[in-house]
């Protein structure tokens, strides 16, 4: 069993910065692929951004060039570093994990509130 704890959300005014991070535990955490995804109120959960045990990445086009998705699989930890945020990327930001050759995602953390100030 995978669990996954996210931390770093807050308040930022619009153009600023936030990192958040999302600690796996359970020991298969360095084989799975692990994302990034947001929740809006009156919106559906939509994907953020992607890192696979390799690092390869995957992003939405809304944050292309904007946010940088990374893991360290020695600490079990992936991040997402968030620049020049607007008041859109107001959300509940998500960590999921995925098995290997698994088509959904089957592990969540309990999410962390990002909120960007005009």
């Known amino acids: 069993q995978v669990q996954l704890v996210e931390s770093g959300g807050g308040l930022v005014q619009a153009g600023g910065s936030l990192r958040l991070s999302c600690a796996a535990s359970g020991g298969i955490s360095s084989i799975i692929t692990m994302g990034w995804f947001r929740q809006a109120p009156g919106r559906a959960r939509e994907m953020v951004a992607s890192i696979s045990s390799g690092g390869t990445t995957d992003y939405a086009e809304s944050v292309k060039g904007r946010f940088t998705i990374s893991r360290d699989n020695a600490k079990n930890t992936m991040y997402l570093q968030m620049n020049s945020l607007k008041p859109d990327d107001t959300a509940v930001y998500y960590c999921?994990?995925?098995?290997?050759?698994?088509?959904?995602?089957?592990?969540w953390g309990q999410g962390t509130q990002v909120t960007v100030s005009s």
């Open positions: 999921g994990g995925r098995l290997p050759f698994a088509s959904n995602y089957g592990y």
